[in-house]
């Protein structure tokens, strides 16, 4: 079976330092990857989705990057921290290609910047 | 753009009483719709979803929702709620040639005994 890991859960970072969120998928191939950030009252906001290694699609702008090393490895970074940064920060992954490709979620990881 | 809309963001209930969570989409094409449920510290997870067909599904813990295209909307129902149901639920749609799901805001439900 398939499993969605995500690391660290919780994370509280200063300021202008750098940030590395790891998300991994275990139990399956090529799959499509994505993060979004989750905030009260706001949903889930898709932040970037890859359909390959180093393939990378940007949705929003804003401080972060993400990165794609490997089939089943997703990095969300900034290299400076910002106060509107924070946030809970969902990884997600689905099956590549055809119509019925739902999304599986991690557990997620709550970052404050303070 | 396309668009989800939850009108509903807070829904406070009592056990036993009937749920209606609204979800409308602004896409004109071809749509998946999802919802997916969030209980106070698990991970988010997919209680329903419609691809085609019949559009009356039904769901685990005996939520379904209905498709109604003309209405653009995929309401979530249940006719009974449980203390257990209190969680957020998020409507969300997929168009037929993206990968990519928009979702709503969200609607937190408490249920009290």
């Known amino acids: 079976s398939q499993t969605i890991h995500q690391w660290p859960a919780t994370l509280v970072q200063p300021v202008g330092s750098p940030l590395s969120l790891e998300c991994t998928v275990e139990g399956t191939s090529n799959p499509n990857l994505y993060w979004y950030r989750q905030a009260a009252g706001r949903g889930l906001q898709l932040l970037f989705y890859s359909v390959g290694i180093g393939q990378i699609s940007s949705e929003v702008p804003q401080n972060l990057s993400a990165s794609r090393p490997q089939d089943r490895q997703f990095i969300l970074s900034s290299k400076k921290l910002l106060l509107s940064d924070s946030g809970f920060y969902l990884c997600a992954w689905s099956r590549a290609g055809g119509i019925y490709n739902e999304q599986f979620f991690g557990p997620g990881t709550r970052l404050t910047v303070l | 753009a396309q668009s989800v809309s939850q009108h509903n963001h807070h829904v406070i209930l009592s056990e036993a009483a009937s749920l209606e969570l609204g979800c409308n989409y602004s896409y004109g094409g071809t749509v998946n719709l999802f919802w997916y449920v969030q209980y106070p510290g698990q991970h988010l997870q997919l209680l329903l979803k419609?691809?085609?067909?019949?559009?009356l599904v039904k769901g685990i813990k005996g939520f379904e929702a209905e498709f109604i295209k003309s209405k653009f909307s995929f309401n979530l129902r249940k006719p009974s709620v449980q203390w257990s149901d209190t969680a957020e639920y998020f409507c969300a749609v997929k168009t037929y040639n993206t990968d990519k799901l928009i979702f709503g805001t969200g609607t937190r439900l408490q249920v009290f005994p």
């Open positions: 419609y691809f085609s067909g019949d559009p």
